[in-house]
């Protein structure tokens, strides 16, 4: 049972335009989200994250918002860069956890110049 | 202030033999975490662990796995008797606090391959 979903394994957008990247959960003991990037041969990099008791959280390009009733998050990113082209990762935790994080599968953002 | 350390990067071993993989949390980071990515997959947790205590092991096979994080030294994750299906990238993740809003910061990886 896969409690975080990314059900896009792969995205492709213009150089300048919005990505948009989504997330399902189904684990409604989660209260705290994360989104990480990955490049090849690399460990994942932290980008943002947001709290339950948020629905948006804002880092410069970078938005990711939250949708608690229909367990939903997403990442948006404006203008998406060549640069942003990574494996995203959608992760989540809640608090009596110990920072145990649950991953999703990744979307692969592609930026074309 | 150095990042996370994982050595080796690659790791080659054959079916029964033992894989020893090493993490390097950050200075001043006390707990550490160990996940595994298998091709395509996302992260899967593994392991925390807290200086020389085993937090939550709830990621970890039952047989073969162990993990340990001393008062001095890296953390270590070993694999008795590797099998194919151990092949995986293994990332270690520390953090100066177990609470889930406090960032965990990544390593770049062992890549286990398993012949």
């Known amino acids: 049972d896969q409690q975080v979903k990314q059900n896009s394994p792969s995205l492709s957008v213009q150089e300048g335009r919005i990505s948009i990247l989504n997330c399902d959960y189904t684990n409604s003991m989660f209260d705290y989200f994360l989104w990480y990037k990955k490049y090849p041969a690399e460990g994942p990099t932290f980008l943002i994250s947001i709290s339950s008791i948020k629905d948006k959280n804002e880092d410069g390009r970078f938005t990711v918002f939250l949708n608690k009733s229909a367990k939903h998050l997403s990442l948006h990113i404006v203008p998406s860069q060549p640069g942003d082209s990574a494996v995203y990762f959608c992760a989540a935790s809640y608090n009596t956890n110990a920072g145990k994080s649950t991953f999703g599968d990744g979307t692969t953002l592609t930026v074309k110049p | 202030n150095a990042g996370v350390m994982q050595n080796p990067r690659h790791l080659v071993r054959r079916r029964g033999q033992e894989a020893r993989l090493r993490c390097s949390p950050m200075?001043?980071?006390?707990?550490v975490y160990w996940y595994r990515q298998l091709p395509e997959e996302g992260l899967k947790f593994m392991v925390y662990l807290q200086k020389e205590n085993i937090i939550d092991e709830s990621g970890m096979p039952k047989e073969r796995f162990s993990a340990e994080f001393p008062k001095e030294g890296p953390s270590i994750l070993r694999i008795q008797q590797v099998v194919r299906g151990d092949s995986a990238a293994y990332f270690c993740?520390?953090?100066?606090?177990?609470?889930?809003?406090?960032?965990?910061?990544f390593g770049p990886g062992t890549r286990l391959t398993v012949l």
């Open positions: 993740a520390s953090s100066s606090s177990g609470a889930p809003q406090v960032t965990q910061y």
């Open positions: 200075k001043g980071h006390s707990h």
